[in-house]
């Protein structure tokens, strides 16, 4: 998971506001200005979730920030949503790992209904930041965070946007003027002082759909959904290919654990008796 780092963040603000950046006991601030600065965040995940903070953060009253997003919720992005997830994976990073946001996943976790702990077979006395999240779970935790941001930013006077369902279909820069363009698939257009590309992920699929049983990415994972009594070849090693391995794992068998704690994985044979 990438979160934008400080040094990037101080960077970009100063790309924005020029000599009005001042950072201080690790804190980014913006010198108060009487212009009155519109920014376009284009992408409603992660990254822009962070970016979104430090801009809240600064304490600027008189901007106004627009995000588009092209799903319908904010903070969970691609992987953290049944576009990049089921509930068989987690995050690759532990809760005290993630910057601070505005709650700790340890105290928002308390929050969560037991319904939905449940589901993910959470127990909120026994949970710590030391633990991993599944993802699906980790997109609501994101998810809150924004509620709680845009109610911080509304609160010191900052203009906050939201634009759902709303997919970003060009980008015009005019040098002369400085003011950004965008243009969506509603055919507005919105001008902006300066904009922040927090597009997130994208597979491109180049041979999947032409070659039979081929997968150029396994997302969304509901595609490897599937029972398969013959041998699958899964190509690299990383965090993607266990994405591909637990989902895989999940449909065809089912994973235990011995009187001796030792876990074990039984193949799903019911499929090979139906075929025989």
């Given amino acids: ?113 037991k319904d939905t702990l449940d589901k993910f077979h959470i127990d909120a006395s026994r949970f710590n930041e030391y633990k991993t999240l599944p993802r699906l779970l980790f ?26 369902n709303t997919e970003v279909a060009d980008i015009i820069d005019d040098k002369e003027t400085k003011i950004t363009t965008v243009i969506a698939n509603d055919q507005e257009k919105r001008d902006f002082d300066a904009i922040v590309i927090c597009t997130g992920h994208l597979w491109p699929k180049k041979h999947e759909g032409k070659i039979p049983g081929y997968f150029d990415s396994p997302y969304p994972p509901v595609k490897l959904g599937f029972k398969a009594d013959h041998p699958i070849a899964v190509r690299g090693s990383s965090l993607t290919a266990v994405d591909a391995i637990r989902t895989l794992g999940r449909y065809n068998g089912d994973f235990a654990k011995d009187k001796n704690s030792k876990l074990t994985y039984t193949v799903k044979l019911i499929h090979r008796i139906l075929k025989s």
């Fill in 139 to 164: 997109g609501q935790y994101l998810t809150a965070q924004f509620k709680m941001l845009e109610k911080i930013a509304k609160d010191k006077g900052i203009q906050t946007n939201i634009l759902f």
């Fill in 1 to 113: 998971m990438y979160f934008p780092e400080q040094n990037f963040i101080r960077h970009c603000l100063t790309h924005l506001f020029g000599t009005h950046v001042v950072s201080s006991n690790s804190k980014i601030k913006i010198m108060a200005t009487h212009q009155h600065f519109k920014i376009g965040i284009l992408g409603g995940g992660p990254s822009a979730l962070f970016i979104y903070k430090r801009l809240v953060d600064a304490d600027l009253p008189n901007m106004e920030i627009t995000i588009f997003e092209k799903r319908s919720r904010l903070g969970e992005g691609m992987p953290y949503s049944m576009e990049g997830a089921n509930d068989e994976h987690i995050t690759n990073v532990s809760g005290n790992e993630i910057p601070e946001i505005v709650t700790s996943i340890a105290d928002w976790i308390n929050t969560v209904p």
